[in-house]
């Protein structure tokens, strides 16, 4: 890669993708064929993680860091930066704080505290070229493993690195794979599966490694086939991710191409094949036994372990299942050593963690931190604060299994034990965060309806249970709330948690347990008051026009979609609260503050 | 069984697909997937010509085709709408953009409109959370939406 004198990252993640990065990526080729430059690269990346500010385009060597750039900027970058070497100062990123253009990547405070191990080559490499991946280190732990190590020793490294599962439960990974190894030490056949259904809604970081560095996901599945003794590796891949699908079979197919897959791997006689298998959209089939049986074309719905699947899983083999993130750092823990791994992160919880940090945020993206970060130095270093200068109210963590943390909650180092102990989990990595204008009762809602839909109808609890907590809800909601539907719902949840089948029942109450504790107050206004505090409930709260306050400029009138405010010119308007369907859009559209809703 | 009223060409391309998974059992939802992008959607004949295929009893592929999300036994509209409920779209106001749709369009979510030109439906996150919140319009995403812009998204595609 020598001999450019200049390379251009373009991002082509799904958030950059979605803002036309490919057309930005077409222009540049074009204005660079046009001008007769030949000594400048343009690549297409995965994802930089910083999406708030997309599409992204990165410049190499000099790691200049443009945002949210439009195909009509191309031909300015060109001119500018690759040809007079000036950088294009309104396309930097403007650091808030210091009202300062920032140009270097490394010094934005968006990446400042992070610390990049799982996403070490998004962004930096073509996903769709092999040989950018091999030459950032790629395959070369498969080869360390494979001619240095017995399957044993592999084993033992994994296991002192400290590497728990990231797909939820944090299950010490080198124990998972040696359980598969040694349980049912003669099968005919073992199976190496990489779970890639990412169900958590508002959770992107698997698709983004799948998306930006598939082959570190085929090194690590090579890796323990290697270690427990499996030919065969499949993964099980969300059919709604058509972009990470292309990616990983493109990556398949080259590995197996350059003898990286297939049989006698490097020439140590090693052979490791693998397959993709399609997610067809449940939620519950991140669980790992509802998983395979996915897999086998059946409907995903859970089984009681034990067998747990390192004994019986995949056609009644031994399997072993882990997680993209998870598999993400594996290769790098062979590199640089357990030691090193081991080194990062807090006592029980090692290395880096990947969240898709959203909502009411000033600088949505993808971000990995150490293990121990603080929820606050997240939220406010990472990503800029809350945004409009609102107030910051709850930030969820571990998606519907998970809970609503608050102020109280910001010191909470990020961690399994200590998300544990405030009654959150860490989860798969969604955390969203939300400001004074979100209800959380309505928050409770929205995961219990995820749940509802998602719940496989198997085990009763979660089936009717959930239903019927939805049911109370619902009614708190349009104000029809009792104090008994209260306690209702907090005996509801206690034994759905006690009884469901799988992780997903048992956890289902989670965001309605966490609410009720740490939001107490607002379920009391819903119920007692009916009132909505946060003014998100739609029965509860009506919208206004303040007399004094309204010139009749019926700015409102002409937007209102169902024709309810009505009024004389240049006298104050007034809304029809039947017709009213309190969409909030004559709100955003009064210059003169005269709309407020009660 | 009963009766298959299907088209022939319909009919060769399901029996091409299970042909190409090797008539496996296990592969069941890969053939519905197949035969789902082929024919747009997954009505009860198709089910019963793959249920034969693979030997396998309807009411297993129909046991499949019903709990997955992905798959479809109504035909989607000529543009299919997709409203992102992913939380990170849901708490920057989702919910408006999709009551606004259903209140122009007159549809619930898993329906077409009566000239088959929308269809509507509700997904889990597309993953473009930076734009939240964002709708679908067939491939077409369209960014930080608001419920005033609705009608005249929707009107692009009635010209």
């Known amino acids: ?598 | 069984m009963a009766t298959i009223k299907i088209n022939s060409q319909y009919l060769k391309e399901i029996k091409e697909v299970c042909a190409s998974f090797n008539y496996e059992k296990g592969q069941l939802i890969n053939v519905l997937k197949k035969t789902q992008e082929k024919i747009g959607y997954l009505p009860a004949e198709v089910q019963m010509v793959i249920a034969e295929e693979l030997k396998v009893p309807v009411a297993k592929v129909y046991g499949v085709v019903s709990f997955y999300s992905f798959f479809t036994m109504v035909p989607k509209g000529k543009h299919p709408i997709s409203i992102c409920l992913g939380t990170a779209c849901y708490v920057r106001g989702a919910e408006g953009i999709l009551h606004e749709v259903e209140r122009i369009l007159g549809i619930k979510p898993g329906e077409v409109t009566p000239d088959g030109l929308f269809s509507l439906d509700c997904l889990r996150c597309v993953g473009a959370c930076g734009l939240a919140p964002v709708i679908l319009i067939g491939e077409k995403v369209y960014p930080r939406v608001t419920p005033n812009q609705v009608k005249a998204i929707l009107d692009e595609y009635r010209k």
């Open chain 1, 1 to 598: 890669m020598t001999h450019y004198r200049f390379h251009i990252l373009c991002c082509g993640g799904t958030g950059c993708k979605a803002s036309n990065s490919a057309g930005i990526v077409r222009k540049f080729e074009a204005v660079l064929k046009e001008k007769n430059i030949n000594d400048v690269q343009v690549i297409t990346t995965g994802c930089f993680g910083f999406c708030e500010k997309g599409p992204i385009v990165k410049i190499l060597p000099d790691n200049t860091f443009y945002v949210q750039v439009k195909e009509e900027d191309v031909e300015n970058i060109i001119n500018e930066h690759i040809i007079k070497g000036r950088k294009v100062e309104r396309l930097l990123y403007t650091d808030p704080k210091a009202n300062a253009h920032i140009s270097d990547s490394k010094h934005m405070g968006f990446y400042k505290k992070q610390m990049r191990v799982a996403l070490r080559n998004c962004g930096f490499i073509n996903p769709e070229d092999i040989r950018e991946y091999i030459a950032r280190d790629g395959y070369a732990a498969l080869g360390k493993v494979l001619s240095e190590m017995t399957p044993e020793q592999a084993i033992e490294e994994m296991k002192k690195s400290g590497l728990r599962g990231r797909g939820g439960a944090g299950f010490p990974t080198g124990k998972k794979w040696e359980l598969a190894r040694t349980l049912v030490p003669n099968a005919e056949q073992k199976y190496v599966i990489c779970n890639a259904d990412e169900g958590d809604p508002g959770a992107f970081m698997d698709r983004s490694i799948l998306e930006g560095d598939p082959h570190s996901i085929i090194e690590a599945m090579a890796i323990c086939g290697y270690c427990i003794g499996a030919t065969k590796g499949l993964v099980y891949i969300r059919a709604e991710y058509p972009l990470a699908i292309r990616r990983l079979q493109i990556a398949i197919d080259q590995a197996r191409e350059y003898g990286l897959l297939g049989k006698d791997i490097m020439g140590t006689g090693f052979e490791f094949d693998i397959e993709l298998r399609y997610g067809a959209g449940a939620f519950v089939c991140g669980e790992e036994t509802a998983l395979i049986h996915s897999m086998e074309g059946q409907r995903g719905e859970p089984t009681i372990k034990p067998p747990f699947p390192a004994v019986k899983g995949y056609n009644g083999m031994p399997s072993n299942v882990n997680n993209v993130e998870t598999f993400a750092n594996v290769p790098v823990i062979y590199l640089k050593g357990a030691d090193w791994f081991s080194k990062i992160g807090t006592e029980k919880s090692k290395g880096t963690k990947v969240f898709a940090l959203a909502g009411k945020i000033n600088n949505v993206g993808l971000i990995e931190v150490p293990m121990g970060t603080t929820l606050r130095e997240i939220i406010y270093e990472i990503g800029g604060g809350i945004k409009g200068g609102k107030k910051f109210k709850a930030v969820q963590t571990g998606g519907p299994s998970g809970g609503c943390l608050t102020e109280k909650h910001l010191d909470t180092p990020v961690d399994y034990e200590s998300l544990a102990a405030a009654k959150s989990i860490m989860g798969s990595g969604g955390m969203i965060v939300m400001d004074e204008d979100n209800c959380m009762v309505s928050i409770a809602k929205f995961y219990l309806d995820f749940t509802v839909d998602e719940s496989c109808g198997k085990c009763t609890p979660c089936r009717v249970g959930n239903k019927r907590m939805n049911e109370i809800l619902d009614k708190i909601i349009k104000g029809n709330g009792t104090m008994e539907d209260l306690d209702t719902l907090k005996n509801l949840a206690n034994v759905i948690k006690d009884t469901a089948l799988c992780g997903l029942g048992q956890t289902a109450p989670n965001p309605v347990i966490s609410t009720l504790d740490n939001f107490y107050d607002e379920y009391l206004a819903h119920v007692k008051d009916k009132k909505c505090p946060a003014g998100q409930c739609k029965d509860l709260l009506s919208y206004v026009i303040n007399p004094e306050k309204c010139i009749g400029c019926t700015a409102c009138a002409r937007k209102c979609p169902v024709n309810a405010i009505t009024g004389v010119v240049k006298q104050p308007q007034t809304i029809d609260q039947e017709k009213c369907i309190k969409c909030g859009t004559c709100i955003d559209t009064c210059k003169f503050g005269a709309i407020s809703k009660q």
